[in-house]
């Protein structure tokens, strides 16, 4: 195995073709072998390997595919997450254009693997180019007898193989950031308005159009066709033990080489942004580095040696592995400036549904425009840590924690950038600081005005 092996991106000239694609093995080996095992026996492989989820989670792919019911009494659905909406995170339309087609194969193994007759490939809106390059894919796919009823006659079953087929659709979102997550993006795909949903119950049991569903992301099922290939247990030795395989690392910012980086698991940090990525521009330091995208805890730039990049390493560094969307920034970063466009993002995608999302965006982003402004009040730091913390854990989906920690992360990690923002001489009295949100032009909890004293 090479040092740094590429399995989801390999360096093969217009792969993106079928004929370069099957020239090269694809729809070859893979599917044979698949077709020779029993579909419990594929899903076995797939959990051997240690393979988790790329979009964020990181949970076992194989664990997953397990939850899938094993009768066929009901219609089953396999939903491809391509959502790609988290900000410094670019890795999946990568595959889409250059390496369409083992993404479907991986597709394809997973509905047999689950006994699916039906896949969707969902893709977010503004990936309108990218969406006609897997539209064309899956229409060479088709072509070629890949996909749909010739299945049957393209991949004869053999050993415990059994015969099968499965349809294919790709589907383009409107844009929305919260379909992001598995039951808005089902809802969206269903025609009605993208709102999460409550869990339970489950999509394995209750899914698309209220059957059993199974979600993964792009470059998850990109990985399949490789462990088919090489085995569960090859794959399993590849990077970290406890989060295996190459991760398509999207470095952006303060970097001379931005850009996609297929890497082993547990390559460390420092040495993507500095080796792989020529390091920040004019040898200036690292003030603050946001490992997975921008929902992802923030990490000083003073506190990255030894960090590695894979899920269980990152954890105990104080953050997460989300998409692998590393965003740099030097030492002349404007800590404040950036916390707030984040913020205006989040703010601006929250869907509404939950209160403490639906109106606490909006008071995270005030508060933290009058940082911007230098016109912060003492107290406001607390306040502002407060608010984040109370959206924290009380919504239906994760929008919270991604609007929330960034903040109060940032807040315990960058202090210092905070206090340099409060303007001198103006503190809040008040028995509720909630109120301090009037002078920002919020609705407090209380009609109770705050006493604003100068000092």
């Not at 007898?145 to 079953?157: E, S, V």
């Not at 509720?432 to 006493?451: D, F, I, K, M, S």
Request: glycine share 12%; proline share 6%; aromatic share 8%.
């Amino acid at each position: 195995m090479a040092e740094n092996p590429k399995i989801v991106l390999p360096d093969i000239p217009n792969l993106r073709n079928i004929d370069t694609y099957v020239a090269n093995g694809g729809y070859g080996e893979a599917m044979r072998k698949a077709y020779s095992m029993s579909p419990v026996a594929v899903t076995d492989e797939v959990k051997k390997s240690g393979l988790r989820g790329r979009g964020g989670a990181a949970f076992p792919t194989g664990l997953k595919w397990s939850f899938m019911p094993k009768t066929n009494d009901k219609k089953k659905y396999f939903l491809i997450n391509g959502d790609e909406s988290e900000p410094g995170s670019f890795k999946d339309r990568q595959i889409f254009e250059f390496n369409p087609h083992q993404m479907i194969e991986g597709i394809l193994i997973g509905c047999y693997a689950m006994q699916i007759d039906h896949a969707y490939i969902y893709i977010r809106g503004e990936y309108a180019h990218w969406v006609r390059m897997v539209e064309r894919a899956v229409g060479e796919a088709y072509a070629k007898g890949f996909i749909g009823p010739r299945m049957k006659d393209t991949f004869k079953p053999s050993g415990e193989g059994v015969a099968f087929s499965t349809e294919l659709t790709v589907h383009k979102g409107a844009g929305a950031y919260i379909v992001g997550e598995e039951t808005a993006m089902m809802d969206s795909l269903e025609g009605k308005r993208g709102y999460p949903r409550f869990k339970p119950p489950f999509p394995a049991n209750f899914g698309l159009w209220g059957q059993p569903t199974t979600i993964n992301n792009i470059e998850t099922v990109a990985n399949v066709p490789a462990i088919m290939k090489m085995g569960g247990e090859a794959f399993s030795k590849i990077g970290d033990a406890k989060h295996p395989g190459t991760i398509l690392f999207g470095v952006s910012g303060h970097v001379n080489r931005p850009g996609v980086y297929e890497l082993p698991s547990g390559t460390l940090l420092l040495d993507i942004i500095n080796k792989h990525a020529g390091g920040v521009p004019n040898g200036k330091k690292i003030k603050m580095v946001i490992p997975g995208g921008s929902s992802m805890p923030p990490m000083r730039g003073d506190q990255l040696e030894g960090v590695m990049m894979d899920a269980e390493h990152l954890k105990a560094a104080g953050s997460a592995i989300g998409t692998a969307g590393i965003m740099v920034m030097d030492e002349d970063t404007d800590i404040i400036k950036v916390l707030t466009r984040i913020a205006k993002f989040y703010w601006h995608e929250s869907c509404g549904q939950c209160t403490p999302c639906r109106e606490g965006t909006g008071w995270l982003l005030k508060l933290l425009r009058r940082f911007e402004a230098s016109q912060a009040m003492e107290g406001d730091i607390d306040l502002l840590y407060d608010v984040a913390k109370n959206i924290e854990g009380r919504t239906i989906c994760a929008l919270g924690e991604a609007a929330a920690w960034p903040v109060y992360f940032t807040i315990e990690r960058f202090r210092e950038d905070f206090e340099k923002r409060v303007k001198p001489g103006l503190k809040i009295e008040s028995p509720n600081r909630v109120h301090a949100l009037r002078r920002g032009g919020l609705e407090p909890v209380q009609l109770t005005v705050p006493v604003v004293v100068r000092v």
